[in-house]
């Protein structure tokens, strides 16, 4: 029998390398495993956690559904749908929020550094963030979730969450594990020493749909003391499928014969021909198949989330 694997993603805008390589170019390695029953859902509940435009969030919402599927995930392969679209995961967070203690949210890594980030906006929905996490988590019954090691933290408090409701009420939910995968630390061009984010301008980032010469542009102005090189070094590798490359130039550089340049434009040119497939694929995306495809993942989703429902209420004595 398939394990239930569930992974989120949050429309807030443009997708970039990093979101690539940390959480999508996994998906489609998950959906090919025929080991796995894959749920991949679009965040919206938890992008309103913090500032944002709502007449921008429709656009946000129907872009990354394209940019996902363009990049591979296929829904012959796994259930794509909009997260709010599945009300039910709200009604069992809210009989989560009932069980889970106070002091185990006051200890969560994400809520602290969010709040910091956002001093002016610090909202019971960020604080709850993790309660809703583990409704999208445990009303598919998933057993596994794919995330870096900085995330397991939000896995165990599903755990917490889980454990809590099947003592207090009845076995119902498993336990979920999570799925460690290597999340690589792609960092800013211009700020090498953070992590690349939009929020810190589009000129640290190279999106996935920036065209290539948007992406020479954006590499050659990258910043090129110890650790601009060593960050540019680490972009090749990771673009790099057959690490020729990579070996070539970090000879160069061991011995002091390495040219930014050429490190500059083998990089541009080995995310360039890395995202010209996903450019050629986004071009004939049309509304109407992205329209379909959440439908299709809904159904399935609704359909899941409405069973596991029915036993929820039965439980906790609300039918």
Aim: glycine fraction near 4%; hydrophobic fraction near 40%; charge should be negative.
């Amino acid at each position: 029998m398939k394990k239930v694997i569930v992974s989120g993603i949050q429309p807030t805008g443009e997708l970039h390398i990093g979101n690539y390589l940390g959480a999508v170019k996994n998906w489609i390695d998950l959906q090919n495993d025929p080991a796995y029953d894959c749920f991949f859902f679009i965040a919206d509940w938890h992008s309103m956690t913090i500032d944002y435009e709502p007449s921008e969030k429709q656009r946000q919402i129907k872009n990354l559904v394209a940019d996902l599927l363009a990049l591979g995930v296929d829904p012959n392969k796994a259930h794509i749908y909009v997260q709010s679209s599945v009300t039910a995961t709200a009604e069992l967070a809210w009989i989560f929020n009932t069980l889970t203690p106070m002091s185990e949210l006051e200890k969560m890594t994400q809520y602290k550094d969010k709040s910091a980030r956002n001093a002016e906006n610090i909202n019971t929905g960020l604080f709850a963030y993790p309660v809703l996490q583990a409704a999208d988590i445990l009303i598919n019954k998933a057993e596994l979730v794919p995330v870096g090691e900085d995330q397991v933290q939000h896995v165990e408090i599903t755990r917490v969450i889980a454990k809590k409701f099947n003592n207090k009420f009845g076995k119902l939910f498993p336990e979920p594990h999570a799925l460690l995968t290597k999340v690589p630390r792609v960092m800013s061009l211009t700020e090498p020493t953070k992590k690349m984010s939009k929020s810190h301008g589009p000129k640290t980032c190279i999106f996935i749909s920036d065209a290539p010469d948007e992406i020479y542009a954006k590499i050659r102005k990258a910043v090129t003391d110890e650790a601009g090189i060593q960050n540019l070094l680490d972009l090749v590798e990771l673009f790099d499928e057959s690490g020729l490359t990579t070996a070539h130039l970090k000879k160069d550089f061991a011995v002091g014969e390495l040219k930014n340049v050429e490190l500059k434009d083998t990089l541009a040119e080995l995310i360039a021909n890395t995202f010209a497939t996903f450019r050629e694929r986004r071009q004939k995306i049309t509304d109407r198949e992205i329209k379909e495809v959440l439908m299709h993942g809904h159904e399935h989703a609704a359909k899941i989330a409405a069973h596991t429902m029915r036993a929820v209420r039965e439980l906790v004595g609300l039918e």
